[in-house]
């Protein structure tokens, strides 16, 4: 008999994650703005007056990617070490019991590269007969990932991502987004973050979508 699956989020995280995939349009009066629509993605943010940072809300879609396919690829590290060109470090490993992930991403210079420590759960969802999958993430701290001299540790990253079919070859995608990088950022690299470096992301990851099965 084969042990549960071990359950690190809570049901409604991910009920909740579903749901933003019927409604890819926040309230035009409500707090999230539009920030930018670009290459078939739509980006919203939320502005946190405690922290003077912002929340992200992105929808798009991955043409010619099954939800699968995406999802394969979302969760395969080592896959993302050969397509994406931020990732200096990226493993997984499991201390008492709770697999644990280890991703050091490089910022340009003269910025210090930011490090993280997070666990994540990838469900199969079953809405109204709708198949979703959902992969939730949110970062830890364990003794045995102690920060590094010269990377900042980003201690405060929430993640979640549905994916669902778009009724043809392809994906829609929802993604959440926030975390607080520390130290002092230009307003410029937040805004290319944004506006331009979330829609090249998923432009990356569909062209890692079509060569996974090669490298598989």
Not at 34 to 45: A, D, K
Not at 132 to 142: G, I, M, N, Q, Y
Not at 193 to 208: E, W
């Amino acid at each position: 008999m084969e042990a549960p699956a071990l359950r690190i989020f809570p049901e409604e995280q991910f009920r909740a994650a579903c749901r933003e995939l019927d409604q890819p349009t926040p309230a035009a009066e409500g707090p999230w703005q539009l920030l930018v629509e670009s290459m078939g993605v739509r980006i919203y943010r939320l502005h946190d007056e405690q922290s003077g940072l912002y929340e992200y809300k992105i929808f798009g879609g991955l043409a010619d990617c099954s939800p699968k396919r995406c999802v394969d690829v979302y969760m395969d590290l080592d896959f993302r070490k050969q397509w994406d060109q931020y990732v200096k470090e990226l493993h997984e490993k499991t201390y008492d019991g709770e697999n644990v992930i280890y991703w050091e991403v490089k910022y340009p210079f003269p910025l210090s590269n930011r490090d993280y420590v997070y666990i994540r759960e990838c469900r199969e969802m079953d809405v109204a007969g709708r198949k979703v999958w959902v992969v939730l993430a949110r970062s830890v701290s364990v003794p045995q990932c102690p920060e590094k001299p010269g990377i900042i540790r980003v201690k405060n990253y929430k993640q979640s991502l549905a994916i669902e079919s778009d009724g043809k070859t392809g994906s829609k995608v929802y993604m959440y987004y926030f975390d607080n990088p520390g130290g002092m950022i230009p307003s410029w690299l937040v805004n290319w973050a944004a506006k331009s470096g979330v829609p090249a992301f998923l432009k990356d990851m569909q062209k890692a979508c079509r060569n996974y099965s090669k490298s598989t």
